[in-house]
């Protein structure tokens, strides 16, 4: 056998185990795939048993990350967007007419006849004003926040992040109860947000937006 058939025997073994390690190769990653889609269904089909009918709402709730796990939508394709704020629920919706775009975990402060020093969030339409900003500080309240725009009183109601101290330092304490409903928080007839979901509706909610609070 001359040197031309030995080489090319030894090109199609070559060839022979790579095509095999290949179909072997594509065989498990399929298999992995399988795997994993089974699982994100078992896991969807969970969380519908549980009453939870938004898959893309992001759990454990993060109060630094967007509240849910896709983007955030383009305003600019979005026909008749308006806010919905849900006190009952501590939700923020966006909505194009009646449809909800995107959801995210809020923190509302509820009145109680028990506590006077709690200033309660006004409910009705309102709209987006002039103002908004990178941060502020209360020193009344001892509280601040980033990214805030507001919606009635040139800067007395707002959306901001969850709040920070002077320093400019989130409170965990008050951060860990982001769209939670029942609990003890004074928002100071504010709407709390997560840091990420503050930043994009400072940012890029226009002026005269459509807000009902309910």
Not at 60 to 86: A, G, Q, T
């Amino acid at each position: 056998m001359n040197k031309k058939k030995i080489l090319a025997w030894l090109v199609a073994i070559i060839l022979v185990c790579f095509a095999g390690w290949s179909i072997v190769h594509v065989k498990q990653a399929e298999k992995k795939n399988s795997i994993k889609l089974e699982k994100a269904a078992k896991k969807k089909a969970e969380l519908k048993k549980k009453g939870i009918k938004n898959l893309n709402l992001r759990r454990p709730i993060s109060w630094r990350k967007s509240s849910e796990k896709v983007d955030y939508p383009n305003l600019d394709l979005v026909e008749n967007f308006w806010i919905e704020v849900s006190t009952k629920k501590q939700r923020v919706y966006l909505k194009s007419d009646k449809k909800t775009i995107y959801t995210m975990y809020a923190s509302i402060s509820l009145p109680r006849k028990s506590s006077k020093d709690i200033k309660a969030l006004p409910k009705g339409t309102f709209y987006i004003q002039d103002q908004r900003g990178k941060f502020f500080y209360n020193p009344v309240s001892g509280e601040g926040a980033k990214y805030w725009v507001s919606w009635k009183g040139k800067g007395a109601h707002m959306f901001h992040s969850v709040p920070t101290d002077e320093n400019k330092n989130y409170r965990r304490d008050e951060a860990e109860k982001l769209g939670k409903t029942g609990q003890d928080v004074n928002t100071h007839g504010n709407i709390r947000l997560s840091v990420a979901d503050a930043k994009w509706m400072s940012e890029q909610v226009p002026k005269g937006t459509k807000v009902i609070i309910r």
